[in-house]
């Protein structure tokens, strides 16, 4: 993985390739590649590590002429980055270029039996295996591109989103997936087409697109209709799927970085997903998955929360809103372990997958496992049309619009809202919240943005405030009931973005081991606001200042027992506790940006991670 875009048409491929790779950079990567069939028919293949204007700079004199080609934005699985590991992989005959996402399982034995047959490979990948098989079955046997692309992926095994060309057939490109996400751009009367993991670097072209299900193979070519076909060789009618996503949410918009811009975006984002669904006037939550499968989801015995990362943070508040007001059981799951530990799953189980891209491959694994056992699914996803959308039974999308800093802001205030919705609704149905407290709840998620924006207003104080700890090497963040999972968000975002070692705990358990790492350079962040166990958390502060802690506090506005006892305090609006977590989190959002920023780190794109995780 990571990113893939195409082109074919009457446009020069270069620049809708280099500019689409450009919208790729979000997801993380460590090189580039393009890969172009020239005017003169020639197969010309430009390899970089580093960024894309790495790449652009290596391609400036160079023949960069055609209106096919391939790109690619690589971060690492098989083999180290360099030039040589980098997509394009040409194949040994230098006829054919392939970008790959995702990982080849059995490459090994396939790469061991082309060695048998002569062919010679120059990278470490998994990539450039399956582009010599390709060539090696089109050569054999005489095939057509297409055919010899079917061939080789009914014998390769494992995940895969691939783009192909073949400069003897300079008027085609072949896509397939499995697992990886892949989408095609439809333009004009057919007369162009565009390629890419996602729609974000296509959608200025078209809001046309087809998005290809697992095991579907394209061939793609001016001026025709897009052919599809499965591994079986058996027509599929192509769904054509209208995407209506905003060029101008894809920009900076005047902030310094997209995280800044996606944080600050959180307010209208929550309203954006509470549209049509908090009915304020009505005093009541409607959500149509839970309208049309009231029967399925009332009658579960259990809920089993997969995630990963901060999806799976939500999901720890999500379990406490289900048992609070729905009073159903609920298991929250790494989905990359409960793919792999034969896990009961009952017919009878509600199995609620949550991923902001949608393409999470772990995620998606665990569906599978939950479909297998008979249970029923459902997502909780911001992109439409992705696969973990298509593959469940109903669901909810949180509509927050594309987030591309890596480190996941505005979708993680997006899930626990959907969550909260999702208890309510169901909550109402079965009759275990009382009128009251439903109506209470309503009226403050109604206003929860309102009091997003206010909170926001501190953003230069917490900005002043991270000068401080732009020294530390270690931070401990501390909460207790809805905000513990805050606590280890906190503790994720600072991880990711600043490098610097963070963990979280629920408050109590500091005593269990955590407290012997307490000293005067040893940063404490306590979410210690007017709910649960306020009393509880003060004596934890207090047995953290003794041992020198330096305490950062984040408060209910007008806290003052607190307040004395901190270094630091953050205040927030006061809110109800099950809806403290989209207010708690969103200070500890804006100090992780800010220490990275003191620090002088790529905030947008940190290094080792990817914004979707298409492998394992």
């Known amino acids: 993985?990571?990113?893939?875009?195409?082109?074919?048409?009457?446009?020069?491929?270069?620049?809708?390739?280099?500019?689409?790779?450009?919208?790729?950079?979000?997801?993380?990567?460590?090189?580039?590649?393009?890969?172009?069939?020239?005017?003169?028919?020639?197969?010309?293949?430009?390899?970089?590590?580093?960024?894309?204007?790495?790449?652009?700079?290596?391609?400036?004199?160079?023949?960069?002429?055609?209106?096919?080609?391939?790109?690619?934005?690589?971060?690492?699985?098989?083999?180290?980055?360099?030039?040589?590991?980098?997509?394009?992989?040409?194949?040994?005959?230098?006829?054919?270029?392939?970008?790959?996402?995702?990982?080849?399982?059995?490459?090994?034995?396939?790469?061991?039996?082309?060695?048998?047959?002569?062919?010679?490979?120059?990278?470490?990948?998994?990539?450039?295996?399956?582009?010599?098989?390709?060539?090696?079955?089109?050569?054999?046997?005489?095939?057509?591109?297409?055919?010899?692309?079917?061939?080789?992926?009914?014998?390769?095994?494992?995940?895969?989103?691939?783009?192909?060309?073949?400069?003897?057939?300079?008027?085609?490109?072949?896509?397939?997936?499995?697992?990886?996400?892949?989408?095609?751009?439809?333009?004009?009367?057919?007369?162009?087409?565009?390629?890419?993991?996602?729609?974000?670097?296509?959608?200025?072209?078209?809001?046309?697109?087809?998005?290809?299900?697992?095991?579907?193979?394209?061939?793609?070519?001016?001026?025709?209709?897009?052919?599809?076909?499965?591994?079986?060789?058996?027509?599929?009618?192509?769904?054509?799927?209208?995407?209506?996503?905003?060029?101008?949410?894809?920009?900076?918009?005047?902030?310094?970085?997209?995280?800044?811009?996606?944080?600050?975006?959180?307010?209208?984002?929550?309203?954006?997903?509470?549209?049509?669904?908090?009915?304020?006037?009505?005093?009541?939550?409607?959500?149509?998955?839970?309208?049309?499968?009231?029967?399925?989801?009332?009658?579960?015995?259990?809920?089993?929360?997969?995630?990963?990362?901060?999806?799976?943070?939500?999901?720890?508040?999500?379990?406490?809103?289900?048992?609070?007001?729905?009073s159903i059981p609920v298991a929250v799951e790494y989905a990359s372990e409960f793919r792999y530990r034969n896990p009961v799953i009952e017919k009878d189980d509600v199995v609620i997958a949550v991923s902001q891209s949608g393409e999470t491959a772990d995620t998606l694994a665990a569906i599978q496992l939950a479909r297998e056992a008979g249970a029923f699914v459902y997502g909780i996803v911001n992109s439409v049309g992705s696969s973990i959308a298509r593959n469940t039974d109903t669901g909810t999308y949180i509509h927050v619009g594309p987030e591309i800093g890596v480190a996941s802001t505005k979708a993680f205030t997006g899930q626990v809202l959907v969550f909260a919705l999702i208890a309510l609704a169901l909550g109402r149905a079965k009759g275990t919240i009382d009128t009251r407290q439903y109506k209470e709840i309503i009226q403050e998620l109604a206003i929860i943005p309102d009091k997003m924006e206010k909170l926001l207003l501190m953003n230069d104080e917490i900005e002043e405030m991270s000068k401080r700890f732009t020294y530390a090497h270690n931070f401990i963040y501390l909460g207790r009931g809805y905000n513990y999972p805050v606590a280890l968000e906190g503790a994720l975002k600072l991880k990711e973005i600043s490098y610097i070692h963070a963990e979280g705990y629920p408050a109590a358990e500091m005593k269990h081991g955590p407290i012997a790492l307490i000293d005067q350079e040893m940063p404490v962040v306590c979410i210690a606001t007017h709910h649960q166990l306020y009393q509880k958390i003060i004596s934890n502060i207090q047995e953290v200042k003794s041992r020198n802690g330096r305490i950062v506090a984040i408060v209910t506005e007008g806290d003052e027992t607190v307040r004395k006892l901190a270094d630091s305090c953050i205040e927030v609006p006061k809110t109800l506790a099950c809806l403290a977590p989209m207010l708690t989190v969103v200070p500890l959002q804006l100090l992780a940006y800010h220490v990275a920023v003191q620090k002088g780190l790529n905030v947008d794109r940190p290094r080792n991670l990817a914004k979707s995780v298409t492998v394992e």
């Not at 101008?248 to 800044?260: V, W």
């Not at 959180?266 to 908090?278: D, F, I, Y």
């Open 1 to 326: 993985m990571c990113g893939i875009v195409g082109y074919i048409g009457n446009k020069t491929a270069k620049d809708v390739l280099i500019k689409g790779l450009k919208r790729l950079e979000y997801r993380g990567y460590d090189s580039a590649g393009i890969a172009l069939v020239s005017d003169s028919g020639e197969l010309n293949v430009y390899k970089s590590v580093g960024k894309v204007a790495n790449l652009e700079e290596l391609i400036s004199d160079k023949d960069t002429s055609g209106h096919i080609g391939i790109a690619h934005t690589r971060w690492a699985t098989h083999g180290q980055p360099s030039a040589v590991n980098a997509h394009p992989h040409v194949s040994g005959t230098g006829r054919i270029a392939l970008v790959h996402n995702g990982i080849i399982e059995n490459y090994s034995v396939i790469k061991k039996r082309l060695m048998t047959k002569g062919l010679v490979f120059k990278s470490e990948t998994d990539t450039e295996v399956l582009v010599q098989l390709i060539d090696y079955l089109q050569e054999k046997g005489s095939l057509s591109l297409s055919e010899a692309v079917r061939r080789a992926l009914n014998i390769a095994k494992g995940a895969y989103a691939i783009a192909v060309i073949d400069k003897n057939a300079p008027d085609e490109i072949v896509v397939a997936r499995m697992s990886s996400p892949l989408v095609v751009g439809i333009g004009e009367k057919y007369n162009e087409f565009f390629i890419a993991s996602d729609a974000t670097p296509i959608v200025e072209y078209t809001h046309d697109m087809v998005y290809l299900n697992d095991g579907e193979i394209a061939r793609i070519r001016v001026g025709e209709d897009i052919e599809v076909i499965n591994l079986m060789n058996e027509a599929i009618e192509p769904d054509i799927q209208k995407v209506n996503l905003d060029i101008e949410s894809l920009e900076k918009g005047g902030y310094d970085h997209f995280m800044l811009k996606e944080i600050f975006e959180q307010p209208q984002a929550l309203r954006e997903c509470m549209r049509g669904r908090l009915l304020e006037d009505r005093g009541e939550v409607v959500l149509s998955a839970i309208r049309d499968h009231r029967d399925v989801l009332m009658s579960a015995k259990r809920f089993i929360i997969v995630s990963c990362g901060t999806s799976w943070h939500a999901g720890l508040i999500g379990k406490q809103l289900i048992e609070n007001f729905c």
